[in-house]
Every structure is written in C-alpha cells, then in structure tokens.
C-alpha cells in the first residue's frame, strides 16, 4: 500500500512528492521516502513483480505518469496503426519492453491502474478506491481498523529532499496502514479483482456456477438484428434504449418552502431488495425473441416472460400523478426533468406546444420515440395519458425469479449478523454487483501527452470492445426499483399544495407528515423490501434535485440527543455544507482552528436554511489543477447555480 504527500505552497507553478510511504501486506513495516525517484528505487531493488495500492489514482497517478513520461522518458507501451493520433492501442504486458509503460484511464476519468515494465519485471499500480469507495477517514471508522487516519497541515514550503518530522512520519504512515488492513480483510475473503464490482461478478459467478451464468446471461451484444427496422444494430443495443437510473424527483410547487414537522424513509437496501425472491420479481434470462408490430404478442404476456418494448406516442400526465418519464439524447428536453408531457416548453413565453419547427424549417409533431421495461410500460400507462400511441416493436425474454438468492442470502446474513469489516464488506458485495449487470462494450480510454508547460494533459480515444455485462437484468433492477419508490411516493402524494409527499431520491421518500400517516409502505429497521424511518425533522427545506436541507431530531424514531442540520447539494464538498452549517448554528474556538480568513468571514455572517439557495457562493471548494510534475488542489469558492 502506498501513499504521496505533495508540495502545497502559495505562488507554486510545479509540484513534486515530499514524502511517499509504502507498507507491504501482512506487516507494519510502514518505509518512508523523500522522492517518488527514492520510492520508485525501493521498488525497484525488489527486484519482482509488484502490485502497489493507492487510494485515489486519479491524484497519485497523476505524479507518476509525470515521472515515467518526463524525468525518466520512458515511452507507452503502444502500438500505432496510423498517424491519427487515436488510431492505436496499448500492448498487453507480455509484449512490453522494459522501460515502458501502459495504464489504464476511462473516458470518464476514472483510473484503474498503471503497468509499469522494467527488468523483467511488472510494477502494477492499482486504485484501492474502486475496491473501498470510501475515504480514508470513513475506512478506518466503519471498518474499525486498528490504525485510523490523522489530521496533518497540508500548506506549508516542503520539497523532496526536506526534513519529515515525526508528527508528519505518523500521519502519512497512518494513512497507509489504514486501508492496508481494509484491503488485507477483503484479500483473505478472496477479492482481489481491480474493482468491487468485478469482485462482485467473480464471486456471483462462482457462487451459480460459469455454465449457468453463461447460460443465464449470454452476450446479447453479439446477437444482430435489422438496424433499418429496429434503428440499432444489436439486441444490446435495443434493450440498452431503456436502461435508466434511479428517481430523482422534487415536487413541483414544493420548491424553496419550508416544511415543518416530517420524515424521510429509506428502503432497505433496494436494489439488492429488487433483486431478492422476496421482491416477486421476475428477471429476464437466456436470448430474446424480437416482434415487429402494433401489439405485444400473447407469449410475451405470459407470467414467466419479461419484454421490452418500443413506442411512439404523446403523454400527458394524469391528474394527480407524479412524473417519472425522461427523454435522453435530445435537444428538445431537458435530460434529468420528470417530464409530465411530450409537449415542447418555449422558453421564450412559458407555454407548451404540441409542434415544433426543425432546423431546416420543417413543422414537426411533438411525437417521442422510447424503449421501455415492460416494468416502466406498465407505471406509465397508470401514470400517463397516452395520445396517438403506437407499438412499433419489441422483444421478450424467458424469466426466471430467485436467480441472485444465493448470492443475495449470503451477504445478507453477513450483514444482519456481523459488525465492523465483515459488515461493511457485506453492504459492498450487497449494493455492488447490479451496476456490474449493466456495464456497457464502451472501452473508450483517456491517453496522455505532455503539454507544452510540461504538465500532463489527456485526450480520449474511442473505443467499443469491452466485454459487457447482461444489460436486459440490469435494466430491470433500475426499472423495478423506481417502480417500487415511485409507487409508496404517489400513495402519499396529495397535491402539490397540500401535507404529503415532497421529494424523492431513489431509494428515499421525504414527507411533511408523522411518521404514523405515511401509506403504503412496511416498516421494518431491517428487512428487505421493507422501509426504515431514516429521520423525523422539524424543518425542510428542498432547493432541487439532490440540493436540500433537514433539521434532524429524530433518528430510526428515537429522539437523538444533538439535533443536526442534515446538508445535502451535489457537487458541494463537505468542508463548505460545515461552513454553510456553522454560519446558521454558530461556532466554537476548536470549529475555527483550521479555518483561513475567507472561511472565518463566511461564517461570521448569520444565515438561515433559507440562505440555501441558488447563488450560495462558499469558500473551501479543493479544484485539482495538472501543473508540471502532478496534481494541485487549489482553493476555490463553490457556488450554487
């Protein structure tokens, strides 16, 4: 396990490694260096293949693709099919010469590892946080590991080469042993695959057994189909059309009101409640039967099928029904709005229209095209009018219920029955493995290049070759658990002036009722299927979607014995939601100890939770920069807009 500190100084134009520490597994032998170069000499005086872990590549990484590409001149280990600068591939470790290099970089920034050739040997570089998607502080708590994480003062002038002291030894060693003894807890249960999700997938796999599973989910991708008829290549194509995340929605008319008195519910772990023979759900197995035609044909509507289906329509939302439609990939809507029609909204006048003009001038009918579940079909017909509708195709596939029980019982008991790591381990494997269900072929990747300041840039290469995961089971959990929100949210819901259901995030419903007048839901602190009373507050306070404020007085029921301000605004980081609390709430001498003089003047100035609002501009916001030799985080103001 290893671990950077890096330069943080006023005025930098370059940055550089201060102090690495490393630790192999199964010691507390934490060496601590001056350099990336003396790090990378002990790695190297090994003298075998290494796998080294970093909690958080995407920052760590960073300074060694500098080293390799810039101080070292080390070359990728690629191989180029033309002059396009995308037009190349990386070569597999077999094939690499010594003192080259390949990594790993999504089109998304997400960094999964750097490989490392020299010797003969294999130095992998691998992201520990796409296994414990946590931070260091949150591992050590929750996994209740011996070591814990510390706090260090960040800015100050420090160099490679500079004196450590002994608070700065015990910090960064800390940090390393810290997740060292998460990762040694999943390493002895098995895991040791790149990423949680893939270790979710082995274990699922072996669990059923690699003929089922094959048997189960086959490669559908790889099953073509008339793209003149169906307007994609291949049934992974189509049925990808429908997949969709979770629902996310506030209340038209409950925006920026304060709300006092209510609760917020929490399913029980929903997706893996979805997934569960509990849930009565029934998943879509083996390869699809494609029809064409206004109807769904009679083998599709049998109780063991599951389909899929395109349509061609008008919608309007009926009275009293909450929104949960969402067109994607259109210039005409809005892709996160819970549309309640197909209608066009003019900006310019506030009014809907049923036609629209093109950009050759053409008078168009505002007539949408969308791929449904046979899940979201269904709540749709309950919560839409739908107006020249038509079925235009469709596919339907053998079902079968019960298929991750097995998988989903295992962890379950784990986690009902264990405290600490095995716990926590527990919750991953529970909450990880359907996203893995729908993964996609898209391989594109991140390719690096060094600009002319010396800083390391990237540029994307497209790519479509990745083995994907069984996107007809994976768009159905998606579907079935926003049918199983949605429905508890509308047995709630009164109209937008009247108690009752506020807001929703996928597997949460907020309501300014008592806990004992909620509908439609089963409670229980535990059980699948069933909703926990997350809190009761006394005030709430809803900008949008994911931006929200309640006061929190109770918790699973009981009266909690320091109220708090619950904060939540995506994109927010937390240091600013503690800023943003301490100017409502007031502060002590140890709240301000760390704080600059932008901060302190933040929170010298008395707000309201009605302050919480869009134009909130909050000083602490960490923006990483690439400069010469890495990463720096440079302070900003986060502002909501």
Known sequence: MGDFETTVY?????TAVWASACVEFGTEDVHIFHSIGEQFDYLLSLDTNIIIYYHNLKFDGTFWISYLLIDLMWKEASVRYSDNVNDFEFMNVK??????FTYSISDMGQWYRILIKVNSHII????????????????????KTKHQKLDMEYEGFRYPGCNITDEEKEYIANDVLVVKEALEMMFDEGHKKLTIGSCCLAEYKKLIGHKTYEAYFPNIYEMDIDQDLYDVPTAGDYIRRSYHGGWCYLVKGKEQRIFNRGVTADVNSLYPSMMSSESGNYYPIGEP???????IPDKALQGNRYYFIRIKTRFYIKKDKLPFIQIKHSLLYRSTEMLETSDIYNHNDGC????????????????????????DYKLMLDHYELVDFEILDGCYFESAIGIFDEYIDKY????????????????????????????????????????????????????????????PVGSAITSYARNFTIRAAQLNYHGPDKPGFIYADTDS???DLPPEEIKGIKVHPKDFCCW??????????????????????EEDLETIEHPYYNIKCAGMPDKCKKLFELSMTGYSDEDVQDLNEDELKFISTKRTIEDFTVGLTVPGKLLPKRIRGGVLLIEVPYQMR
């Open 289 to 295: 039967i494609f029809w064409r035609g206004n109807y």
């Open 509 to 511: 419903i907020h309501c």
């Open 352 to 375: 809907y229209y049923s036609q629209y003009r093109d950009f050759d001038g053409n008078i168009q009918e505002a007539i949408v095209t969308m791929t449904l579940t046979m899940t």
């Open 124 to 143: 992998e570089i691998r992201d520990s946080l796409k296994l414990l998607p946590f931070s260091v502080k949150r591992i050590g708590q929750s996994f």
């Open 10 to 14: 006023k005025g930098q134009e370059d």
């Open 95 to 100: 094939d690499m010469p010594n003192k080259s």
């Open 412 to 471: 379950k008991k784990i986690k009902l029955e264990s405290k600490g790591a095995r716990r926590e381990l527990a919750k991953l494997f529970l909450n990880n493995l359907s996203g893995k269900m729908a993964s996609s072929t898209d391989s594109s990747f991140k390719a690096a290049f060094v600009r002319d300041d010396k800083s390391i840039g990237f540029y994307q290469v497209n790519q479509y070759d990745k083995m994907p995961g069984y996107i």
């Open 532 to 553: 926990k009373m997350e809190s009761t507050w006394d005030k709430g306070w809803y900008v949008r979607q994911k931006t929200y404020i309640e006061h929190v007085i």
